[in-house]
């Protein structure tokens, strides 16, 4: 590099930038799950609800839990006519919560049932009913909700009249959740940050 940079033309080098990338086994450090695993608690007692694009359920690590097969009940809302997970992206959300893989493990690995409602996204009436399911499906009703998705929106002008004064007493979606989660004692897990048009207030639902 040295003696690049006495080569005439040569103003500055520059080391190319190394590329994150975020595995389970890093991320599982980062978030201490050990010390909850090693006191036993490995998510076995909740069932844990993946509204999402879809979850792959034939993928290897999410096949069992710690005592044994692991059950996964699916259902559409997004009108694809398919619970399969086209876009990967609930997959991947499945996995970081449940994957049973020896290296790449799930915060919560010991998950014996995921609830998989696909729909299409954003607050719209697909998304409310498979939240509904979610929750009141007939087989087992979810105590946790995963909703890593956004709003979709992307001008400032546009989310300013979505949002209001931004304080979520006026959207339908901040609403039914913040009922639900009081009526049915459940958690809700949410996406926030993916958007900041509109400077420090910009966070959408959910």
């Known amino acids: 590099?040295?003696?690049?940079?006495?080569?005439?033309?040569?103003?500055?080098?520059?080391?190319?930038?190394?590329?994150?990338?975020?595995?389970?086994?890093?991320a599982s450090q980062a978030t201490y799950a050990s010390s909850f695993w090693n006191s036993g608690i490995i998510g076995s007692w909740v069932d844990i609800a993946v509204v999402d694009s879809?979850?792959?359920?034939?993928?290897?690590?999410?096949?069992n839990d710690e005592s044994g097969i692991r059950e996964i009940i699916s259902s559409d809302f997004s009108g694809s006519g398919t619970t399969d997970d086209t876009l990967v992206h609930g997959t991947y959300v499945a996995g970081v919560i449940a994957s049973s893989d020896n290296t790449?493990?799930?915060i919560s690995f010991g998950v014996d049932r995921l609830i998989n409602a696909k729909h299409v996204g954003g607050v719209r009436s697909d998304t409310l009913a498979a939240l509904d399911w979610a929750?009141?499906?007939p087989i087992d009703g979810a105590e946790i909700l995963s909703n890593s998705w956004g709003y979709g929106v992307f001008d400032c002008n546009?989310?300013?009249?979505?949002?209001?004064?931004?304080?979520?007493?006026t959207i339908s979606w901040t609403k039914y959740m913040d009922a639900a989660i009081d009526y049915y004692d459940i958690a809700?897990?949410?996406?926030?940050g993916n958007y900041g048009f509109c400077g420090a207030k910009s966070v959408t639902a959910p």
Do not use: C, W
Request: glycine content about 6%; overall charge negative.
């Open 135 to 137: 929750i009141l499906n």
């Open 188 to 192: 809700s897990v949410v996406a926030a």
């Open 104 to 106: 790449y493990k799930g």
């Open 1 to 26: 590099i040295e003696e690049l940079a006495k080569l005439p033309g040569v103003i500055s080098i520059e080391l190319d930038d190394r590329k994150a990338a975020t595995f389970l086994d890093i």
């Open 54 to 63: 879809g979850v792959d359920s034939n993928h290897p690590a999410l096949q």
């Open 158 to 169: 546009e989310m300013q009249n979505i949002n209001y004064l931004f304080d979520g007493s």
